[in-house]
């Protein structure tokens, strides 16, 4: 009788194996885990652009509450927070002002730093005046500040992972600038 030698793998070389594919598997789940995370981060960012964007439109266009004032809208950024729609009313400067939801979304990412002229600033609001809708910013207290101003959103999960929203304090025109890829 004639028994063939089957060839099998040794315990050994499936235990490499499995151990090389669950090493491929968790740096797939962890480039994944950090594509997400970033994408919130730009998302966020798009959107604050998206509504910064809208709201100089709607100034500049002349818009007006009820009674026919002129309304001031922009922003609020706050460390540590996601933005805010910013409302007022406008009176040769912005007054009683408003913070109202817009619609940001994604779980972890939030207004990192904020830079107003070379000064951090723990919070600001950013308006755009009427009627030709330039950008004035303003402590809580009501103190102008000066200067381009800088939003840097992040991640809570991932430090890395940040985007740039810059103001222009002369035209009001803001910009993204993302080097989250590089």
């Known amino acids: ?26 740096a797939i789940f962890l480039d994944f885990r950090h594509a997400k995370q970033r994408q919130e981060v730009a998302l966020m960012a798009d959107q604050t652009l998206a509504m910064m964007q809208q709201t100089q439109a709607e100034v500049r266009s002349g818009k007006v509450d009820e009674e026919g004032e002129f309304i001031c809208e922009g922003a609020f950024f706050e460390v540590g927070k996601t933005p805010n729609l910013a409302k007022g009313l406008f009176n040769r400067n912005c007054l009683d002002w408003q913070k109202l939801p817009y619609g940001f979304t994604t779980a972890g990412a939030y207004v990192k730093n904020i830079d107003v002229g070379g000064v951090d ?36 999960q991932d430090e890395k992972a940040e985007v740039e929203l810059k103001i222009s304090h002369l035209t009001g025109q803001a910009a993204l600038h993302n080097d989250l890829y590089e």
């Open 121 to 156: 600033a723990p919070k600001i609001w950013a308006f755009f005046i009427p009627p030709d809708g330039r950008i004035t910013f303003y402590d809580d207290g009501g103190s102008r500040f000066i200067g381009e101003t800088t939003i840097i959103f992040g991640h809570r």
């Open 1 to 26: 009788m004639n028994l063939k030698k089957h060839k099998a793998f040794t315990m050994i070389e499936l235990v490499i194996v499995i151990t090389v594919i669950g090493i491929l598997a968790s």
